[in-house]
């Protein structure tokens, strides 16, 4: 099994920027792509950035330009810096991990998942 662990969630001011991260434990060797998506209110859980690691990326039209997601192989980790955080970037943002050749897109591709945090972007 895979263990997903998400932090540094809270709350910030539109226009302010966050930094959430993920660290995988486990039967590592199961995973290849590891990344984030979120979930509102109301709405179906929607992807926001994943990568593989060979590096291929994959973000949400929504993000690009405005959140990087990165990688640090050694610890198992992913990062998603968040800027120029929008009120619509208010969600519940959950660690998704899988073994793919590809980069998957859709949520139903992956198998592992963390309890998720919370960011909400208000004033």
């Known amino acids: 099994q895979v263990q997903l662990v998400e932090s540094g969630g809270g709350l910030v001011q539109p226009g302010g920027s966050l930094r959430i991260s993920c660290a995988a434990s486990?039967?590592?060797?199961?995973?290849?792509?590891m990344g984030w998506y979120r979930q509102a209110p109301g709405t179906q859980r929607e992807l926001v950035a994943v990568?593989?690691?060979?590096?291929?990326?994959n973000y949400a039209d929504s993000v690009k330009g405005r959140f990087t997601i990165s990688k640090d192989d050694a610890k198992n980790t992913v990062h998603l810096q968040m800027g120029s955080l929008k009120p619509e970037d208010t969600a519940v943002y959950y660690c998704?991990?899988?073994?793919?050749?590809?980069?998957?897109?859709?949520?139903?591709?992956?198998?592992?998942w963390g309890q998720g945090t919370q960011v909400t972007v208000s004033s």
């Open positions: 990568i593989s690691r060979g590096g291929s990326i």
């Open positions: 486990g039967s590592i060797s199961r995973i290849n792509v």
């Open positions: 998704a991990a899988v073994w793919s050749i590809g980069v998957p897109r859709y949520s139903h591709q992956y198998d592992y």
